[in-house]
């Protein structure tokens, strides 16, 4: 069975310094992981996506993430955080019948 | 071009009573896929439509219930709700072509239905 664990459920951050979201998943085959983004009272959006091409993966708003298949880890990373930044973001795996499961999520916060 | 959206974006309903939900999605989209958040149970998906067919289901009960029209809109319907069934459900469609798979596209979600059982 595929499944995500997001290892933070909370992050906190300075304006201007690096983040990191992590998150490992399981899979007993070759997954595809995604990214997600959800600020309050809004739908979900995509941040990026690994479908077996690249290993690092770009995304939008300076987004980035590198699929490791040794750490099974999928970490989220940007190297400047924005105030608008702010916000829960999901890791996610798709199963081998085409669901989407979503990891519990870590809310970003980025003080000034 | 229009994002996805759902109708209407709150509801209050009394325990017992059935509820529909609304999603058009993006014009030209032909998967659409429902999901239940909650803050106990976070992101779970209760199924997905591709040409009028539900190609997939999750693990909710048999209260839960939806459909796709010819246009790809899809509605969702919840009947003798319960308390529990508080919660934003959330529509996403998909383009794709007959026999991919959605999670290898891009699913466009909506801003969601916030759903209150009293």
């Known amino acids: 069975a595929q499944s995500v664990t997001q290892l933070d459920s909370h992050v906190s951050v300075s304006e201007g310094t690096p983040v990191l979201l992590r998150c490992n998943y399981s899979?007993?085959?070759?997954?595809?992981l995604f990214w997600y983004v959800q600020h309050p009272n809004k739908g979900l959006q995509l941040l990026l996506k690994?479908?077996?091409?690249?290993?690092l993966v770009k995304g939008i708003n300076g987004f980035e993430a590198e699929f490791k298949k040794s750490e099974t880890s999928f970490h989220l990373t940007k190297p400047s955080a924005h105030m608008s930044d702010a916000a829960e973001y999901f890791c996610?795996?798709?199963?081998?019948?085409?669901?989407?499961?979503f990891g519990t999520g870590t809310r970003l916060q980025v003080f000034p | 071009k229009a994002g996805v959206t759902q109708t209407p974006r709150y509801l209050i309903k009394t325990r017992g009573q059935q509820v529909t939900l609304s999603c058009s999605p993006i014009?030209?989209?032909?998967?659409v896929s429902w999901y239940q958040q909650t803050p106990g149970q976070g992101l779970q998906f209760l199924f997905e439509?591709?040409?009028?067919?539900?190609?997939n289901k999750g693990n909710f009960p048999g209260r839960f219930s939806g459909r796709q029209f010819s246009n790809s809109r899809s509605e969702m319907n919840v009947s003798t709700l319960e308390l529990g069934d508080s919660a934003l459900y959330l529509c996403?469609?998909?383009?794709?072509?007959?026999?991919?798979?959605?999670?290898?596209?891009?699913?466009?979600f909506g801003p969601g239905t916030r759903l209150t059982v009293l």
């Open positions: 690994y479908t077996s091409a690249a290993t």
């Open positions: 014009s030209g989209h032909r998967s």
């Open positions: 996403a469609s998909s383009f794709l072509s007959a026999g991919a798979f959605s999670s290898y596209n891009e699913q466009f």
């Open positions: 899979s007993s085959y070759s997954p595809s």
């Open positions: 439509y591709f040409s009028e067919t539900q190609r």
């Open positions: 996610v795996v798709s199963t081998n019948t085409d669901k989407l499961i």
